[in-house]
């Protein structure tokens, strides 16, 4: 059956010109059939300039958003509109023009995981992946960054000539990993290195040997020469590590973190888009181009 779906989805690529891309989050099955699999920094940067025509986003909205905002021309496919990220929605337009009010050289820098509307209120958006560098490259000393209070204390943490001011969004997959769960494993398995997504909270932050993004994770577990890891981050890691680093043994805590938007992208549901295009991403002009500069700022700032 799956090799049927598998061989139906390359068929209709073909056909209708389309490319697949994937992030790390999701299923497995997912991301064997993915052209590209990688995090959202890397997701970003690659939609702009592929040749295909259609775009099949497999993770959730605001990524199929960004990749419509910067690729306007193109037919941008979610396999299930209903995949959305909590966190996205965890600041307010309003807030953001209060705080323009507040201070003086305000920069909105708006982590990518966040609605299109936000990011047409900001300045520029950053990943988790260079968050840091555009951070410390822009010439404001006052940041608002919404909408990941737990990344932006990650930032604030690295770039201590910034002022920030904090907005108080979470990831609550990330969020809800247990310290209690994370020492109970290092315990287990003291040799092994702790690698962390700056979406988690501060403890389990000061626990870690490392901190960042989902590639920095991926990357981090395939240099080192460390032989054991404890994971903390969502759970569809799991799948690249295993395929880089196959000799390397990969610890999650108890509670595994699981992002449930993520894990509602199927082989099925991306057969069903491909052959009705059902789901299209759609962003009108005005929104192409505010929501559009801080993406670009972003990709400019980033290189
Ligand atoms: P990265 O892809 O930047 O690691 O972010 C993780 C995430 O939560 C994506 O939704
Ligand atoms: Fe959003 Fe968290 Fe899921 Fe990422 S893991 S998509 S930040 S809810």
């Known amino acids: 059956m799956t090799r049927d779906i598998t061989e139906e989805i390359k068929r209709l690529k073909e056909e209708k010109n389309a490319v697949i891309l994937a992030h790390y989050y999701v299923r497995p099955e997912v991301q064997e059939i993915a052209d590209y699999i990688g995090d959202s920094f890397y997701l970003s940067k690659l939609a702009v300039g592929l040749e295909a025509q259609t775009i099949v986003m497999c993770g959730v909205s605001f990524m199929g958003e960004s990749v419509k905002i910067l690729n306007p021309e193109k037919t941008v496919l979610l396999p299930d509109a209903a995949a959305d990220c909590a966190m996205a929605h965890m600041a307010s337009v309003e807030t953001i023009e209060k705080m323009r009010n507040t201070w003086d050289d305000l920069e909105v820098v708006c982590y990518i995981n966040s609605t299109a509307e936000l990011k047409r209120h900001a300045d520029v958006c950053v990943t988790s992946a260079n968050a840091v560098k555009i951070v410390k490259a822009l010439p404001n000393k006052n940041i608002f960054f919404i909408p990941d209070r737990n990344l932006a204390r990650f930032v604030a943490e690295q770039a201590p000539e910034k002022h920030f001011v904090f907005n108080e969004g979470f990831c609550p997959v990330h969020e809800e990993l247990k310290l209690q ?3 109970t494993l290092k315990a287990q398995h003291p040799e092994a290195e702790v690698l962390t997504h700056p979406e988690c909270g501060e403890a389990v932050c000061r626990e870690s040997d490392y901190i960042g993004s989902t590639s920095g994770i991926i990357a981090h ?3 080192s ?6 994971i903390c981050t969502e759970n569809g890691v799991r799948f690249e590590l295993g395929k880089r680093c ?6 999650f805590t108890e509670t595994e973190p699981v992002c449930g938007d993520m894990k509602l992208i199927t082989l099925e549901k991306i057969l069903h888009v491909l052959e009705t295009g059902e789901n299209e991403v759609l962003a009108d002009p005005s929104m192409v181009e505010e929501a559009g500069k801080p993406l670009e700022e972003m990709l400019r700032l980033a290189k």
């Open 181 to 183: 769960e994370l020492q």
């Open 221 to 223: 577990a395939e240099a």
């Open 225 to 230: 020469s460390a032989k054991e890891f404890i």
């Open 246 to 251: 196959p000799e390397k043994k990969f610890y």
